[in-house]
């Protein structure tokens, strides 16, 4: 019987080239690099719609605050007592409105001082949102609610309306209590709808201030005396409007202003009208 020997060549088993190899493993760092990057997107855009989510529910819930309160708007039938007044000022490079009126309104939490006549000052301001704290002041619409001393002074206008929510130095004065409705806040804008022609009063714009009593409706564009109204106000309309986290990011770590972070990123905004009852904003 004869036995044949394999040749050299197929004895040997062929191996992979060191090229080979190289290429290999770039390929499947790549694939590697491509699935990792396909699920950080999923991630960061799950992220982001919670986030969004989260921001819409924040806007529409301090909107029906607000809203609440202009609806349960009240006037005081003393001389020179005001339903509402509004004085712009500005936030973090940002005119922002400070609305101060007499409500009806619950409160926020549903109870305390609910249905009983109350002065409410609608602000934003700059501070931390956790009492005594200033690691992370960041604008945010807060409600003010004052005493009922306070409330019966601003309906009589015998001593400063807004004075009584919030003192300068300290943030808010004793006689008030407030509530955070939303932070990172960029802004909230009050328009209102004349009687007459059904135009838009924009104080944001203007820089007027804004007065409802039981005369009628003012505004006042140069600091000097309140101009009438013809046909008072119809309705107002509110707008707000939120950053999306990653703005606000940038702005608290100085990156960007915030002016600047409103144009380039994401924002929440949304909008409510109400239309005032006879006899509030047309005058008696």
Same mark, same amino acid.
Do not use: K
């Given at each position: 019987?004869?036995?044949?020997? &394999?040749?050299?060549?197929?004895?040997?088993?062929?191996?992979?080239?060191?090229?080979?190899?190289?290429?290999?493993?770039?390929?499947?760092?790549?694939?590697?690099?491509?699935?990792?990057?396909?699920?950080?997107? *999923?991630?960061?855009?799950?992220?982001?719609?919670?986030?969004?989510?989260?921001?819409?529910?924040?806007?529409?819930?301090?909107?029906?605050?607000?809203?609440?309160?202009?609806?349960?708007?009240?006037?005081?039938?003393?001389?020179? +007592?005001?339903? &509402?007044?509004?004085?712009?000022?500005?936030?973090?490079?940002?005119?922002?409105?400070? *609305?101060? &009126?007499?409500?009806?309104?619950?409160?926020?939490? @549903?109870?305390? %001082?609910? @249905?009983?006549?109350?002065?409410?000052?609608?602000?934003?301001?700059?501070?931390?949102? *956790?009492?005594?704290?200033?690691?992370?002041?960041?604008?945010?619409? %807060?409600?003010?609610?004052?005493?009922?001393?306070?409330?019966?002074?601003?309906?009589?206008?015998?001593?400063?309306?807004?004075?009584?929510?919030?003192?300068?130095?300290?943030?808010?004065?004793?006689?008030?209590?407030?509530?955070? &409705?939303?932070?990172?806040? %960029?802004?909230?804008?009050?328009?209102?709808?004349?009687?007459?022609?059904?135009?838009?009063?924009?104080?944001?714009?203007? +820089?007027?201030?804004?007065?409802?009593?039981?005369?009628?409706? %003012?505004?006042?564009?140069? +600091?000097?005396?309140?101009?009438?109204?013809?046909?008072?106000?119809?309705?107002?309309?509110?707008?707000?409007?939120?950053?999306?986290?990653?703005?606000?990011?940038?702005?608290?770590?100085?990156?960007?202003?915030?002016?600047?972070?409103?144009?380039?990123?994401?924002?929440?905004?949304?909008?409510?009208?109400?239309?005032?009852?006879?006899?509030?904003?047309?005058?008696?």
């Amino acid at each position: 019987m004869r036995l044949r020997s &394999l040749s050299p060549s197929r004895r040997r088993r062929r191996a992979f080239t060191l090229i080979e190899l190289i290429v290999s493993c770039g390929i499947t760092m790549m694939l590697v690099v491509l699935v990792v990057s396909i699920v950080n997107g *999923v991630l960061d855009r799950s992220r982001d719609v919670r986030q969004g989510s989260d921001s819409d529910r924040e806007t529409a819930l301090a909107l029906d605050t607000v809203a609440a309160d202009l609806e349960a708007m009240l006037v005081p039938q003393q001389e020179d +007592g005001a339903a &509402l007044r509004l004085e712009m000022e500005t936030v973090q490079g940002v005119p922002q409105p400070w *609305v101060s &009126l007499l409500t009806n309104a619950p409160d926020a939490d @549903g109870t305390l %001082y609910s @249905g009983t006549p109350r002065a409410v000052s609608l602000r934003v301001v700059d501070q931390d949102p *956790v009492p005594g704290s200033t690691a992370n002041s960041r604008p945010g619409l %807060y409600r003010a609610v004052a005493s009922g001393g306070d409330t019966f002074a601003t309906a009589s206008s015998t001593s400063d309306p807004q004075g009584n929510f919030w003192d300068t130095s300290s943030g808010a004065s004793s006689h008030a209590w407030q509530d955070l &409705l939303v932070d990172r806040i %960029y802004s909230i804008q009050y328009r209102f709808q004349r009687g007459d022609n059904a135009a838009w009063i924009d104080p944001q714009t203007t +820089g007027s201030s804004v007065r409802i009593d039981r005369h009628g409706a %003012y505004q006042n564009l140069s +600091g000097g005396s309140d101009e009438l109204i013809p046909g008072g106000i119809r309705a107002i309309e509110v707008s707000l409007v939120l950053l999306d986290g990653q703005g606000e990011l940038l702005v608290r770590s100085g990156a960007m202003t915030r002016a600047d972070a409103f144009q380039r990123y994401g924002r929440h905004s949304a909008r409510r009208t109400i239309v005032l009852p006879t006899g509030i904003g047309h005058g008696q």
